[in-house]
């Protein structure tokens, strides 16, 4: 853009979070600028073809689910969508049985009688749940609940959870777990939600028709370290010029201040992409590992996109990683416990001293986010921010 034709809004990343709030500023009649680092947008939702022609998603598996009809209807004007029930397996003991544990991993995993015990004890104890956390199990008062409680903690969680935060299972926040429930049924679905979806041309085309309007600008390859610098005073400035309008960060904060008050923490995934000569790899789209292997679970990618090709198929293993910012891996999970929530509310603090500064997103905002997550509260910032009513908001988020 010319000096006579600056933006009236920048947003820093072509994720879920930045694209969401460009094209809420956009429709309403400003003109916005998009900085982006990486080559593609998208964020970590970016899914192309391999040499195969195999449909894949770079930054690992990516399915939409949701209760927020809000959030459904906003993305549904920019893309048809394919109906999809994300089912997951774990390697357990040998055997491939639906995660979450639900009644027929009982049946898989136990003797029958044992199952059939097992099965009426639960129906008993929790008559009106159709599903609990591990943990209710673990504490349960009945000896034998507590040590089928036991068992799914050892089999489906300890490991997995170690492997995927690098730390004991102990100091990984419970709420973490408790996003994988044990269910009171034979639903095998990894997801309750009402709404479950995948895009029907990918989520790189959906990302394409949000950022396809008259007032975006979306530049590539561009980091805000480069064209941003905050100065002391409270001032912005945007390539050598101070910047007043809204300039919306959803990248990791503490890159945005030098690592002022040290790196924050972040977990890591080391993607290990293979061509498969089969038609299918495995029984379900993803299977976990919880225990034995390095890895945390294998995605076959055309079990998620409903792709039709025989011969040959495309897997994903995911090897979780500690991420230093010094190599090529990307900063994919918060690691949310106490010490570093501390840290991200130093750097927050320090962030909202720029009154024209926004955080929004996972990295941003330093929260275990899903997708419909991030673009409830981008929606929510954007219109708080053209009410002029954004402080409050900022303060609460
Ligand atoms: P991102 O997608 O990370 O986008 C941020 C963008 O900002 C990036 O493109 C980055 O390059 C750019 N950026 C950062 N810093 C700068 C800078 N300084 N200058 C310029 N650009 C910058 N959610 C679900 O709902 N369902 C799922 O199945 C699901 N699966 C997941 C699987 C994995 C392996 C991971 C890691 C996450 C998954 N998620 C899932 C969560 C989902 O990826 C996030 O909710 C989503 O990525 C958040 O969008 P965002 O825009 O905040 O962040
Ligand atoms: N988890 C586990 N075993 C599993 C699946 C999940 O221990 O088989 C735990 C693990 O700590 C993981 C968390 O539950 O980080 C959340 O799982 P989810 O599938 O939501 O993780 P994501 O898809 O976001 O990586």
Not at 252 to 276: C, K, M, V, W
């Amino acid at each position: 853009m010319t000096k006579r034709n600056r933006p009236d809004v920048l947003v820093v990343g072509a994720g879920f979070a930045g694209s969401v709030c460009a094209r809420e500023f956009a429709e309403k009649g400003f003109k916005v600028l998009v900085l982006e680092q990486r080559q593609h947008i998208g964020g970590n939702m970016f899914d192309g073809t391999d040499r195969n022609d195999l449909m894949i998603h770079w930054y690992g598996p990516h399915i939409f689910h949701t209760n927020n009809q809000t959030v459904f209807n906003w993305l549904d004007r920019f893309t048809d969508w394919r109906p999809y029930e994300h089912r997951v397996l774990g390697r357990i003991k040998g055997e491939e049985v639906p995660i979450p544990f639900n009644f027929t991993s009982i049946d898989t995993l136990f003797p029958s009688k044992t199952a059939q015990r097992l099965k009426k004890r639960l129906i008993q104890a929790f008559p009106n749940k159709e599903r609990i956390t591990v943990s209710e199990l673990t504490g349960h008062q009945d000896e034998e609940l507590a040590e089928l409680g036991d068992f799914i903690f050892e089999n489906v969680f300890v490991h997995y959870t170690a492997k995927q935060w690098g730390i004991p299972v102990e100091q990984v926040d419970s709420a973490v777990i408790n996003r994988v429930p044990v269910l009171l049924s034979y639903d095998d679905r990894y997801f309750q939600d009402e709404l479950q979806f995948m895009p029907k041309n990918g989520y790189t085309e959906l990302f394409k028709q949000i950022l396809s309007h008259e007032n975006i600008v979306c530049r590539l390859g561009v980091s805000a370290d480069a064209a941003l610098r905050l100065e002391a005073e409270g001032r912005i400035l945007f390539e050598g010029e101070v910047f007043e309008g809204p300039v919306i960060y959803t990248g990791a904060p503490d890159q945005l201040l030098n690592y002022h008050f040290g790196r924050l923490e972040y977990r890591s995934l080391d993607l290990s992409f293979e061509t498969i000569k089969k038609t299918q790899f495995q029984k379900a789209a993803v299977v976990n590992y919880p225990n034995e292997e390095k890895f945390t679970r294998i995605t076959e990618f055309k079990q998620l996109t409903g792709q039709v090709k025989e011969g040959v198929t495309a897997i994903l293993k995911e090897y979780p990683s500690a991420y230093t910012g010094k190599d090529k891996l990307e900063p994919y999970y918060p690691i949310e416990t106490a010490a570093n929530r501390k840290q991200y509310e130093a750097y927050r603090n320090k962030l909202m001293t720029w009154e024209n500064l926004y955080l929004c997103g996972r990295l941003a905002q330093y929260r275990y986010f899903n997708m419909d997550e991030v673009i409830e509260y981008a929606l929510q910032l954007s219109a708080a921010i053209m009410k002029l009513d954004s402080v409050s908001f900022v303060a609460n988020g």
